[in-house]
């Protein structure tokens, strides 16, 4: 703890190694003053120095980071596109598309007469379902197995995909601070009885505990958009854990750092010292547990569906689209359907990453260059 | 360090009892006619399936309530009775003796390419940090974390079965005609186990290769390396003799992990590449509701997830002379 | 640790050893090896006089303050560090008692034991005329903004995301020390006064220097009007130049607003300078205490006069005895039997190594407990 707060220290007082806050050291130096003073005799030194706050060094940071800038513009693009995209088309995501032309079966019969061999194709036009068509004019992305638009598919299970994630993470960020924080607060018994709970969330292998709840919901009969909120509810409860412990010992050092022993000497009252001391301190890290959190719930979430247990059929989310692979000739001739959704989920979770990395570089200035 | 052994027992088998009990709990939350339903499903393949039902429902305690019902499963658990699967009847740990063999190679060998691919990738980045090298590693590793193992088995299987058939599309353990035995069924079973190795390796490297590097780039910028650099050492006894010594450290944590991932398999690696190891059993298991199969896994990683972190703890405290036990 | 001064305190009734079975007394013995041997009331409670009340704005009786520093495996504290053990002490309103001693003897931890940051294992606290005791957290936030700390790091006390402004004014907001428009006026002022320009009021603690930061800790602790204030080492981390300006900006507003400090430090002459009476602790116990001139021209402990002779002297022809004491402190959740001084002790004589000296007062206020000395 001591070396890290010599390092911030260092960091910190060092002028213009980075930041471009002019550090005011003790005395005014007299040349600015000289130089500046002409417009308003009441306009000070200071005045004329950009003072930055905390979260606007945090920003200038984070927005300095490459890769996390490149993040963030993909999610912006994915999230405008999920959302905004679908408004253009009359389709949706359980549209069949019905008039895809005809599709052709034959049928060879070979048979023998005389010694000779004859050999008669019974072809069947059928007007049918245009399934699994390649990419066209009408269909950027083509159909899927059921005849319906891929792109309709993969911008509506985007917003699933991405709601879903947010919706975890944030409650599963509250379900966390609420535990860990009474935990790190009140100590003692508390502690020990949260954090025994936390232990176990912690050494529930998690694949196998979700794919049990899933199959409960589906042995309750639990379907359709019912189903979806039920997911959410399950993955909150098996992922605050991490959070939890994050934000307990985020308070037990805190509460040993002297600033809030200087609260506590001030006859600061406890919602104050909560509100205006503890969380502002504990927030830089949940945002980037909430971030990095977000990439692996739609990771999780997209594994389910995919495995046919988490959102059902009609929905589309990026998961369940990706399902169509278990066809093996779907996996060998049709990449245009299951390849979109993959790529979608692997740049939605990168970028998260990418984002939830320079937040954290950005918030913790020893990892700064 | 013996009394906080014993105290870590204790909490161990607190936590083994909570892991259990939730499962158990989950799993009474299914619809009461469950079982019988799943048995009379089988009644064709399964003669004596009201027998079992019987046997099952008795075993699990299904007539008391959960507590009663959790304890009893309890005692059978102990004596070593998991019970039979729904399936096919076979006896749960039977099952999972005969699948765990191919898991457990399996995960043996990812975690060694991992160990020897990702902890020197890791070092040379945080050396060379913000350098090419540096960034190279960093955006692949991000990409093995964000990759879905399901689509990147499939673009796998793509590209080096399907395309360029360099393996047996058609998956599975070994060829589907496969006649012969000893070294030809060897070389034929390792060479369908490749991709599914190279899939689980690429998307474990991440982890380890950030951790790695986060630990090292700390390490190296601590004062005695500092003073070793002003004293004249040479920058590879830096790195290998100073740096190294006390990154190894943190990474023993990484191990409690690795224990229960070397018999737990994997469920959808397995599952795609049609390999009949424990993750694909359990995963058939789940989605067949094949409870008693489920709660024996379960239990089986819960133990082998708090030993790993259990011996990766005392494990710490043997090799780091600072860390003092039971403070 | 509140909890666990009220369990000592319940389990501290001074029982005589009545005739039991070995068995009983036996379990009785494993059953208290939780409590700390000490905490039982081993001294008589008097209560301060009404004179001693008005005179003295801290009255401190038995304090001790121990840390479980090994618990067995329920969880009951089966060994303790002493940080604070038995310290009495007294300060007059407008004084200055300086507390010196190695690092480690519980300077810090007695001052915030006092000051209810900690809990205390045992003792009495008398402040302002009122006994404090037994006051708990919100009891205590009452009395807050008439006692004050400075901490000893500057950096590590200033909360990093409030501006100077903020730090300052949060406990005259909180105290409503003057009517809420007014309080952007208040804080200016007291920062000029403190040596900090009033225009950082808006500013970060990042900003500024050691010394500067330190000003700001003084200004946040003067800012509530509290009548005594305990510097914790306030100039230790700073360097020379600085101090004389931060030890001369308190003593200036010591004058000017009648304050009582505690002055904290391990610098003999910083002590000197700043105080009107001094105590000496090693280990966590008061081994002398008296007026600064007496301490300095008479001292009577045998750790006093050694701590005395390692002060630098700026005379080069002056040839001092330095007493040099051998060996490190021992530690604190360790402490030697008898006198805790006599494993260092030059004069040590086979009574220190059995039996701990009585501290009592021999002179007008000036005490110590030493064998070398008349003990009743």
Known sequence: MDKENNNERDELLTPGTAEPVEAVNEEAKPQETAETDQ??????????????????????????????????????????????????????????????????????????????????????????????????????????????????????????????????????????????????????????????????????????????????????????????YWLCLVLVFFGWAGTARLVRGQILSLREQEFMLAERSMGV???????????????????????????????????????GLGVPIPYATWGNIIQALRDFTTLQYHFHIWGPPGICIMLAVLSFNFVGDGLRDAFDPKMKK | MFKYIVKRILISIIIIFG????????????????????????????????????????????????????FKWLGNAIKGDFGNSFIDGAVVTDKIKQSLPVSFIMSLIVSILQIAIAIPLGIKAAVNQYGPTDYITTVFTMLGISLPSFFFSGIIIKVFAVDLKWFDASLGLQSGNFQGNGWQLFWNQAWHLVLPIFVETVLSLGGLMRYTRTNMLEVLSADYIRTA????????????????????????????????????????????FGIQGIGFQSYTATTQGDIPFVMAYNTFIAVLTVLGIFLSDILYAIVDPRVKLGN | MEEKTENTQESTSPVPPKKQNAFVTN???????GIPRASLQDYDKTPPTEEELKENILIVNHLKKYFPVETNLIGQPIRY???????????????????????????????????????????????????????GERQMNTIRKDMQVIFQDPYSSLSPRFTVGGIISEGVAVHKIVPRDEIKDYVMALMERCGLQPQYYERYPYEFSGGQRQRICIA??????????????????????????????????????????MFISHDLSVVQHVSDSVGVMYLGSMVECGPTDRIFENPMHPYTKSLLSAVPVPDPRRKK?????????????????????????????????????VYREYEAGHSCACHLYPQE
Not at chain 1, 40 to 65: G, M
Not at chain 1, 127 to 142: M, T, V
Request: hydrophobic share 45%; glycine share 8%; aromatic share 10%.
């Open chain 2, 19 to 70: 892991v259990t009990f939730i499962t158990y709990a989950l799993f009474r939350m299914m619809p009461d006619n469950y079982v019988y339903s799943k048995f009379a499903a089988q009644s064709a393949t399964n003669p004596n399936w009201q027998e079992q039902a019987a046997r099952v429902e008795h075993l699990y305690g299904l007539d008391l309530n959960v507590f009663v019902g959790y």
């Open chain 2, 229 to 272: 650099k002003a004293k004249g050492v040479k920058k590879r006894n830096i790195v290998y003799k100073h740096a190294f010594k006390n990154t190894a450290i943190p990474l023993i944590t990484m191990f409690s992990g690795i224990l229960a991932s070397l018999f737990c398999g994997s469920m959808i690696i397995e599952q795609i």
């Open chain 3, 321 to 357: 005895d330095r007493i040099i004491l051998q060996g490190s402190i021992p530690s604190p959740a360790n402490p030697p039997s008898g006198c805790r001084f006599h494993t260092r002790c030059p004069a040590c004589m086979d009574i220190c190594k059995e039996q701990a000296p």
């Open chain 3, 27 to 33: 379990a009785k013995k494993l059953f208290q090896a």
């Open chain 1, 39 to 228: 417009p308003q005799e009441t306009e000070n030194l200071s005045d004329r120095v950009k003072v930055l706050s905390p979260a606007q060094l945090v920003a200038r940071r984070f927005f300095r980071s490459k890769l996390s800038m490149i993040g963030l513009v993909t999610l912006l693009v994915l999230y405008l596109v999920c959302f905004i995209g679908p408004l253009f088309s009359d389709m949706d995501y359980k549209t069949i598309d019905y008039n895809g032309g005809s599709s052709s079966q034959s049928t060879e019969i070979t048979y023998t007469v005389d010694g000779e061999t004859y050999t008669m194709y019974d072809i069947t036009y059928t007007e049918s379902i245009n399934l699994k068509a390649y990419p066209s004019a009408d269909h950027w992305l083509g159909t899927d197995e059921n005849g319906r638009d891929v792109l309709m598919r993969v911008l509506y299970g985007g917003q699933i995909s991405l709601t879903i994630g947010i919706v975890v993470v944030v409650l599963e960020t509250l379900l966390g601070v609420i535990m860990g924080g009474i935990a790190g607060y009140f100590g003692k018994w508390v502690d020990q009885i949260i954090m025994r709970i936390v232990d176990i969330f912690y050494c529930i292998p998690q694949m196998p505990i979700l794919l049990i709840c899933s199959a409960i919901l589906a042995a309750n009969e639990v379907n359709g958009i019912a189903r979806i």
């Open chain 1, 269 to 307: 009252p406890v919602w104050r010292k909560i509100f205006l001391h503890l969380i502002p301190n504990v927030l830089p890290l949940l945002i980037v547990q909430m971030t990095l959190g977000l990439g692996s719930v739609i990771l999780t979430e997209s594994t389910l569906s995919y495995l």
């Open chain 3, 81 to 135: 560090l002493k940080a604070v053990d038995d310290v009495s002490l007294r300060i007059p309103y407008g004084k200055t008692l300086g507390i010196v001693g190695e690092s480690g003897c519980g300077k810090t931890t007695l001052g915030r034991t006092l000051l209810g940051l900690y809990g205390k294992t045992a003792g009495e606290v008398y402040f302002d005329g009122a006994d404090i005791t037994d006051f």
């Open chain 3, 220 to 261: 946040r602790a003067l800012a509530v009007k509290p009548k005594f204030v305990v510097c914790d080492e306030p100039v230790s981390a700073l360097d020379v130049s600085i101090q004389a300006q931060i030890l001369n900006l308190l003593r200036e507003l010591q004058t000017e607003m009648q304050l009582a400090y």
